[in-house]
C-alpha cells in the first residue's frame, strides 16, 4: 500500500544557495534528507511531491542560513498504461486527454481524464532503481560520447483503474 504523507519541517538553507529560488532550494534540501530514507511511523519516502505551505524563513545568530518551515508532500512517479485505463477508452488528440466512453441506457458518455485530477487506482507493479551516483567506467572514459545520462527515477509505481470504483474521484461521487 502506498500513501501520500503530509508532513511539517524546517529546512536549513545554507547561504551558498540563496542565489536560488526558494522552492527549488527547499525541494533539494528534502529529497537529500527524506528521498529512499525510511521514516518512523511513515515508512519508505520515495520523493517530494509538492511544498504545500512555506512560512517565513529566519536567520538564527551565529548561522548564516535560512530556516523556513514548510509543509509537503510525496510522490510524482506514476504511470497507468492505456490497456489499464476503464475500457472502452480512447485518447482526443484535439484535448491531449484520454476519454472514457462510458455506456448508460441513454447512450455513451465520454469522461474525459484532465491532467492534474485526484484519482483512485490500484498498484500493479513497482520498480526500483538504485540512482546513487557511480564512477565513469574504463570504457566510458575512453570514448568522447556526447549524450548526457537519462535521469531515472529512483522509484515508479505501474497502476490500474479498470476496476469498478477506480478512476478518477469526481466519476464516483453521488450527486
Given amino acids: 500500500m502506498f500513501v501520500l504523507v503530509e508532513m511539517v519541517d524546517t529546512v536549513r538553507i545554507p547561504p551558498w544557495q540563496f542565489e536560488r529560488k526558494l522552492n527549488d532550494s527547499i525541494a533539494e534540501e528534502l529529497n537529500k534528507k527524506l528521498a529512499n530514507k525510511v521514516v518512523y511511523n511513515v515508512g519508505l519516502c520515495i520523493c517530494l511531491f509538492d511544498i504545500t505551505k512555506l512560512e517565513d524563513a529566519y536567520v538564527f545568530p551565529g548561522d548564516g542560513a535560512s ?67 557511480t564512477g565513469p ?29 477506480l478512476g478518477l474521484l469526481s466519476w464516483w461521487t453521488s450527486s
Wanted: some cysteine.
Fill in 67 to 133: 530556516h523556513t518551515k514548510v509543509s509537503l508532500g510525496f510522490f510524482d512517479d506514476i504511470l497507468i498504461p492505456p490497456e489499464s485505463l476503464q475500457q472502452p477508452a480512447k485518447f482526443d488528440e484535439a484535448e491531449q486527454v484520454w476519454v472514457w466512453e462510458y455506456e448508460t441506457e441513454e447512450g455513451a458518455h465520454d469522461l474525459y481524464m484532465d491532467t492534474g485530477e485526484e484519482l483512485r487506482f490500484r498498484v500493479v507493479d513497482e520498480s526500483f532503481v538504485d540512482t546513487s551516483p
Fill in 137 to 165: 567506467s574504463s570504457a566510458e572514459a575512453a570514448s568522447s560520447s556526447e549524450e548526457l545520462p537519462r535521469k531515472e527515477a529512483p522509484y515508479t509505481l505501474v497502476g490500474s483503474i479498470c476496476e469498478p470504483g
